[in-house]
């Protein structure tokens, strides 16, 4: 209301008379409870302002805190499903190469064969040409003595006997 002018006008006469001592103790009585109540409020409504202050820094902190969580939570939710869809392209190539290679069993396994076949046909061939050798050499030697002992000369021996 702006009333302050009065109200300072009224304590000064009133603390004077006070002083003079017109005024006592019993006579001043007690203030009206309203007044009191009212302060009483005030007091509790500055109380009430502190808290609500700290609550809601509170309820700030605690909302930084959860949006911080909430996309700490979605950062591991995609890497997640970012490692599922890695494992899961992984064992498709997997199965993939394992079909690949199992095709390949058969055909190892012929080649292996057909190596074997052609290891011994050529045991067998460097047998007999070995055999086939001895035998020449050892014809080339009769022939040899044949000549020496009867002295008959056979045309074109001679050639055989230095290729050897």
Same mark, same amino acid.
Request: aromatic share 6%; proline share 2%.
């Given at each position: 209301?702006?009333?302050?002018?009065? /109200? $300072?006008?009224?304590? %000064?006469?009133?603390?004077?008379? &006070?002083?003079?001592?017109?005024?006592?103790?019993? +006579?001043?009585?007690?203030?009206?409870?309203?007044? %009191?109540? $009212?302060?009483?409020?005030? %007091?509790? $409504? %500055?109380? /009430?302002?502190?808290?609500?202050?700290?609550?809601?820094?509170?309820? $700030?902190?605690?909302?930084?805190?959860?949006?911080?969580?909430?996309?700490?939570?979605?950062?591991?939710?995609?890497?997640? *499903?970012? &490692?599922?869809?890695?494992?899961?392209?992984?064992?498709? #190539?997997?199965?993939?190469?394992?079909?690949?290679?199992?095709?390949?069993?058969? &055909?190892?396994?012929?080649?292996?064969?057909?190596? +074997?076949?052609?290891? *011994?046909?050529?045991? /067998?061939? @460097?047998?007999?040409?070995?055999?086939?050798?001895?035998? &020449?050499? @050892?014809?080339?030697?009769?022939?040899?003595?044949?000549?020496?002992?009867?002295?008959?000369?056979?045309?074109?021996?001679? +050639?055989?006997?230095? #290729? @050897?």
């Amino acid at each position: 209301m702006g009333m302050h002018r009065t /109200l $300072n006008c009224f304590q %000064t006469e009133w603390y004077e008379l &006070v002083q003079r001592g017109v005024f006592t103790a019993k +006579d001043v009585g007690l203030v009206p409870a309203v007044y %009191t109540h $009212n302060q009483q409020l005030e %007091t509790e $409504n %500055t109380y /009430l302002r502190k808290d609500l202050e700290k609550y809601k820094l509170a309820a $700030n902190k605690a909302k930084e805190a959860f949006l911080k969580m909430q996309q700490e939570c979605d950062f591991h939710r995609m890497h997640h *499903r970012r &490692v599922a869809q890695e494992k899961d392209r992984l064992i498709c #190539d997997m199965k993939r190469l394992k079909a690949h290679y199992e095709s390949y069993e058969p &055909v190892l396994i012929q080649l292996t064969e057909k190596c +074997d076949t052609l290891l *011994r046909q050529k045991m /067998l061939i @460097s047998l007999e040409r070995d055999r086939a050798v001895g035998q &020449v050499k @050892s014809l080339q030697a009769r022939l040899q003595m044949l000549e020496s002992v009867c002295g008959i000369h056979i045309p074109g021996t001679e +050639d055989a006997l230095l #290729d @050897s």
